[in-house]
């Protein structure tokens, strides 16, 4: 099976050079500073050890630029590395404004990946090259981890709460996709395959997949399905809340404070209504759906709610219905408390 014996992982994204030269560096550094101490240990013990029974030690001299000297170089040289380790961190974690959103579900013991043009995946997740993707991670089950070494990049995957990462590929290639963290007997199985493409075979890909529909349009019909628009219309206000143009805006909150209508907030709202009510609403209306809904699905419904506006490019839902005809870019949308527009893409974190 082994082939070749390997040191180092495949370097195929947008930071995986940078995370070798500064892990490198790291190795380097404090491989020579361990080395140069205990050098110097070494030598100070041969050279001024006791020679005779009765010698005695002679007085400490302080030299204060020497010891000045080894303070301030090693502190700032190693600041130095915790500010680009630092840099490198917020780079690693923070989306770019571009990247495309996909969406993946971790369950014992697979993965489950939604495009949002509608393509599913189990295992495998296909994707562009050059172009940064932003993956929102939730498990169905216990904590997993999502873990592509020739990417650099880990992220936990937790149940009830979304996670994100992002990484941009730049090399054509099939790479190892890791659960990196102990999640019961055949956590050793939970692994895949990543195939970063060329954006023509990526989009060659998408068109051959059998997709139903994009995941926005999935959630449009479970939005019916299970009766959400009965109560969520529209056209001005029901006895819920117009989910036109909510999505990335500020919502206040009954009984005080306000929250941003991110995808947390709206799976929380599906699956505990009565957590966070927006303010000028009744709690207990709507019925809770924990319990009845899976991951997947609540991911389709935020994806609609998503769609729904304001954040301009998403993907509109094909089917009719009682949906709007046209998606987003609706003004005065909203509901009691619904004044302040914050508009831009809050919730991308
Ligand atoms: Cu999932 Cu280990």
Same mark, same amino acid.
């Given at each position: 099976m082994m082939t070749r014996l390997r040191f180092w992982p495949d370097s195929a994204s947008s930071v995986s050079g940078e995370v070798n030269f500064f892990f490198i560096l790291m190795v380097v550094l404090c491989t020579s500073v361990a080395?140069?101490?205990?050098?110097?240990?070494?030598?100070?013990?041969?050279?001024?050890?006791?020679?005779?029974?009765? *010698?005695?030690?002679?007085?400490?001299?302080?030299?204060?630029?020497? *010891?000045?000297?080894?303070t301030v170089i090693p502190f700032f040289l190693f600041m130095g590395m915790f500010a680009w380790g630092a840099k490198l961190y917020f780079d690693i974690e923070r989306p770019p404004d571009n990247a495309i959103t996909m969406y993946a579900t971790a369950k014992q013991w697979m993965w489950k990946v939604q495009h949002p043009e509608g393509q599913r995946e189990i295992n495998e997740l296909h994707l562009p090259v050059g172009q940064p993707v932003k993956l929102m991670l939730i498990s169905q089950d216990v904590i997993h981890s999502f873990y592509v070494p020739a990417f650099r990049t880990k992220q936990d995957v937790l149940p009830g709460r979304y996670t994100t990462t992002w990484f941009e590929a730049t090399t054509p290639g099939k790479y190892h996709l890791?659960?990196?963290?102990?999640?019961?007997?055949?956590?050793?199985?939970?692994?895949?395959?990543?195939?970063?493409?060329?954006?023509?075979?990526?989009?060659?890909?998408?068109?051959?997949?059998?997709? *139903?529909?994009?995941?926005?349009?999935?959630? *449009?019909?479970?939005?019916?399905?299970?009766?959400?628009s009965n109560c969520h219309h529209f056209e001005g206000q029901g006895r819920a809340p117009n989910l036109r143009d909510l999505y990335g805006r500020r919502v206040e909150i009954a009984g005080g404070g306000s929250v941003v209508a991110d995808e947390s907030y709206i799976r929380e709202s599906i699956l505990d209504p009565n957590a966070k009510v927006a303010y000028g609403?009744?709690?207990?209306?709507?019925?809770?759906?924990?319990?009845?809904l899976d991951e997947q699905q609540v991911l389709a419904l935020v994806s609609y709610i998503k769609a729904l506006g304001p954040q301009p490019g998403t993907q509109e839902p094909s089917s009719p219905g009682t949906a709007p005809k046209e998606y987003g870019h609706e003004k005065g949308i909203a509901g009691p408390g619904a004044s302040s527009i914050s508009g831009s893409h809050v919730g991308e974190r």
């Open positions: 080395i140069a101490i205990a050098a110097f240990l070494i030598y100070c013990a041969v050279r001024y050890r006791r020679k005779h029974d009765d *010698e005695m030690g002679r007085p400490v001299r302080y030299v204060y630029s020497v *010891e000045i000297a080894w890791f659960c990196a963290e102990y999640c019961g007997a055949k956590h050793s199985g939970m692994i895949g395959w990543i195939y970063a493409m060329t954006p023509r075979d990526y989009q060659k890909w998408l068109t051959e997949g059998a997709a *139903e529909g994009s995941l926005a349009s999935q959630g *449009e019909k479970y939005f019916h399905q299970f009766g959400c609403f009744q709690p207990n209306v709507m019925p809770n759906f924990t319990g009845q």
